[in-house]
């Protein structure tokens, strides 16, 4: 099919493109690299390019865009501080400071300490699950698990989490491309009630500091080197919004795919050395994200690629997604290895704004799927066809219904 396909009437409207986006990568990365697109601007396709690009101090995130427009003028003022104030959305010298202070309370050791309660969190979750009935391993695992453990990493309740997931979703169907301006009210609604609850923890934290992240945000502010109110603020909503949805992702496209290439999974539980690689893997055959930050990257100067005048009036649209399956990358790119030699992906970006919740996301997403595979060795999913969230900047299934393959077979 993919060599009918016509690159240039690639639309990211496309529903089929939505449902299955790779037959149309490889025709973008084949015919036209670079595409000018008339709705979401420069789209790249191509491993290398994504990956130079991604590190290029040409393009930045914060350039006055189209997109900044719609938030100035239509967002609520908290959807419009996410917009300014978030690592996302911030360039050198404001990026540095903040990316720079923040990792001094997000350390290393903190996230190697979370290794038990993660642990304890989905034992008692796959406790509760009797494997043979059907369950929806979306909602059941993938889903709790990664908001449960961003909860505990920042100190705030557990039981919150169906009002954070709530917000979290509303403000992402925003950031979707094309823009869809009717998702703003919602998504304004949501970051304004989304900004209060950040605020009432901020100073409930103040009159009663603990171990958490945000005590140690907060501890840097008073001594006058740390981050504004505001800044903790917006990057508490992007830590928990970026840390649970993309892990959600990854949870379910890698236990997926891992239910559907059995001889990977076999190899997998029989050495669970490979754990990390096929983490790496999965993380390349499924990216969460399959387009690099939301409101896009401008170039500040005019400059050629393949041809095409990248211009500072558009965005670029760096497709993650394509260039994790690009042929001069990676060896038969469509076939899932978890044995694959190692080379980076793209699937937590690269550069400056290089995913800081990697080593979390990775950590989770590993002591979940090495869970599920033994305890649950047989599971199959019951359903041939699955269908995936209509969306093109994540990349996410809406369902995961599973079961043990031996009461099927009885
Ligand atoms: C499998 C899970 C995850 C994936 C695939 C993922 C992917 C990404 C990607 C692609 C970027 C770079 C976007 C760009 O360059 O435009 C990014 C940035 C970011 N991620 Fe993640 N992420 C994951 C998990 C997490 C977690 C668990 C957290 C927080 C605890 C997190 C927090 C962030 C933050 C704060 C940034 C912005 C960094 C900056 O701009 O300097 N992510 N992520």
Known sequence: MTQNLDALKWSPRDPSFRADPYPWYKALREQTPVLAHHEVGFVVSRYADIEALLRDPRLGVSTPSPWREVMAEAASPALRRLAELTLLFIDPPEHSR????????????????????LEKTIDSILDRLDPQDE???????????????????????????????????????????????????????????????????????????????????????????GLSVDEIVAMLILLLMAGHDTTK???????????????????????????????????????PLHVASGGGRWASEPFELHGVTITPGAAVRLLLGSGNRDPDAFENPDRLDIQRAPKPHLAFGKGIHFCIGAALGRQESQIVISRVLTRFPDLEVTKDELTWRSNFVTRQLTELPVRRAARSAS
Request: charged fraction near 25%.
């Open 98 to 117: 903040v990316r720079a202070t923040f990792a001094k309370a997000f350390t290393p050791r903190r996230i190697a300490a979370l290794q038990p309660h």
């Open 135 to 225: 369950f929806d391993l979306m909602t059941e695992i993938a889903e709790p698990f990664p908001i449960l453990s961003i909860t505990h990493l920042l100190g705030v309740p557990e039981s919150d989490w169906t009002e954070l997931h709530r917000w979290t979703t509303e403000i992402t169907a925003f950031n979707e491309l094309p823009i869809d301006l009717s998702a703003l009210p919602a998504a304004n609604e949501a970051a304004t009630d989304f900004d209060a609850y950040c605020r009432t923890i901020i100073d409930e934290r103040r009159s009663n500091p603990g171990e958490d992240l945000i005590s140690a945000l907060l501890t840097a502010e008073e001594d006058g080197t």
């Open 249 to 287: 992702s990854l949870i379910s496209s890698g236990l997926r795919e891992l239910l559907r290439h059995p001889d990977q999974a076999e190899l997998l539980r029989n050495d669970p050395s490979l754990i990390s690689s096929a983490i790496e893997e999965l993380l390349r055959f499924e990216s």
